[in-house]
């Protein structure tokens, strides 16, 4: 499985960013694909993930209500779209993989994830 994030940028507070992950290989509507973050000095964290073909979506407390994870599954890509975007936002932003279905209880572990895209920078300007 490869993955590929892109749309990362500088954009300003209150801004809109749109980041794309593109996943190849052998998948189906069973892999679990979700977003993560890392800011410097800062240890990675979960923001968003997808599951069952995008029928559940799950999102960390920080971002609720301002991202949204989308899946078009007939072009093998995960969307996060990011709205009313804050400085803190600012991160390198991965994507990440696994074949089966990811537990509720383990979406946000780093280890839950098999396969990783390279991560695409996000700065968000006050």
């Known amino acids: 499985v490869q993955l590929q994030a892109s749309g990362g940028g500088l954009v300003q507070a209150g801004d809109s960013l749109r980041l794309s992950c593109v996943v190849s290989g052998r998948t189906s509507r069973a892999t679990t694909v979700a977003w993560f973050r890392q800011a410097p000095g800062k240890e990675r964290e979960f923001v968003a993930a997808?599951?069952?073909?995008?029928?559940?979506?799950h999102y960390a407390d920080s971002v609720k209500d301002r991202f949204m994870i989308s899946r078009d599954n007939a072009k093998n890509t995960v969307y996060l779209q990011m709205s009313s975007l804050k400085p803190e936002d600012t991160a390198v932003y991965y994507c990440?993989?696994?074949?089966?279905?990811?537990?509720?209880?383990?979406?946000?572990?780093?280890?839950?994830?098999?396969?990783w895209g390279q991560g695409t920078l996000v700065t968000v300007s006050s």
């Open positions: 990440a993989a696994d074949r089966g279905q990811v537990i509720l209880s383990a979406l946000a572990r780093v280890l839950s994830y098999d396969y």
């Open positions: 997808s599951r069952r073909g995008g029928a559940t979506t």
